[in-house]
């Protein structure tokens, strides 16, 4: 037996006499912020579901290619503890670089929550420090309403192009669009992965050669996390979202 093979072999048999945590503790009240121009801040609620355990909470905010940042807001606390069976916040703030950011679009950036579990006295024990990242979207005025939406008001707007069997959704509107299901047939494309739609930008849909036909239903996510449907019909090479 080779060097490599008895060292896979040597972890495995380490693996199986270890046991892991089963499930995320530190849990958040939402999945994705809208951070409208002009609030103050913005919370984040979360909640400790630990049983009999306390855990760190480390939160930190970065850009779409996982660096961190400092500005243009700022996170309160950066790291605190949080009692089991127990809930707290962080405090999102815009600071003064917010103003240079697009004043005809959202912009988009990530926060990360990272939970650090309590030292075990264990020594069998593999401790690993989760992490849950979501988006933060920022809304400047001119854009409209400053409350959260179920639907992008400009939806119909979104259109589907053919080119040699390839779909590319095409996204005219100021609001990131997040497509995270697709139905053909009263069926779900169970290839498709989701994708996010910048403002005014266009994307391949990864369909793996299959076929929307004349009367496809694809689904993002609204500003509360739930799925907002959007009802296309296809004439030749285009589709348009017609009325529900």
């Given at each position: 037996?080779?060097?490599?093979?008895?060292?896979i072999n040597s972890l495995i048999t380490t693996l199986l006499f270890l046991s892991f945590p089963s499930f995320s503790a530190i849990a958040l009240d939402r999945t994705r912020v809208i951070y409208?121009?002009?609030?103050?801040?913005?919370?984040?609620?979360?909640?400790?579901?630990s049983k009999d355990k306390p855990y760190l909470s480390q939160t930190?905010?970065?850009?779409?290619?996982?660096?961190k940042l400092n500005t243009p807001f700022i996170i309160?606390?950066?790291?605190?503890?949080?009692?089991?069976?127990?809930?707290?916040?962080?405090?999102?703030?815009?600071i003064g670089a917010v103003s240079k950011l697009p004043q005809d679009r959202e912009s988009v950036f990530y926060i990360n929550v990272r939970e650090i579990p309590p030292r075990s006295s264990d020594v069998n024990v593999l401790q690993i420090a989760l992490q849950t990242r979501i988006k933060l979207f920022y809304r400047p005025k001119g854009l409209g309403s400053n409350e959260r939406m179920e639907e992008n008001p400009l939806a119909k707007e979104i259109s589907l192009i053919k080119t040699n069997n390839?779909?590319?959704?095409?996204?005219?509107?100021?609001?990131?669009?997040?497509?995270i299901k697709i139905d053909v047939n009263n069926k779900s494309i169970d290839s498709f992965e989701g994708i996010m739609i910048e403002p005014f930008?266009?994307?391949?849909?990864?369909?793996?050669?299959?076929?929307l036909g004349d009367s496809p239903f694809i689904y993002y996510l609204n500003d509360f996390g739930g799925l907002a449907e959007l009802r296309f019909k296809c004439q030749g090479q285009q589709c348009l979202v017609i009325s529900k």
């Open positions: 037996m080779n060097l490599n093979k008895l060292a409208n121009e002009g609030q103050k801040s913005v919370s984040i609620g979360l909640t400790n579901e930190w905010l970065e850009n779409e290619q996982e660096e309160t606390p950066p790291v605190q503890r949080i009692e089991f069976n127990s809930k707290s916040q962080v405090k999102i703030q815009a390839i779909y590319t959704m095409k996204n005219p509107t100021p609001y990131n669009l997040t497509v930008s266009q994307k391949k849909l990864e369909l793996a050669g299959n076929n």
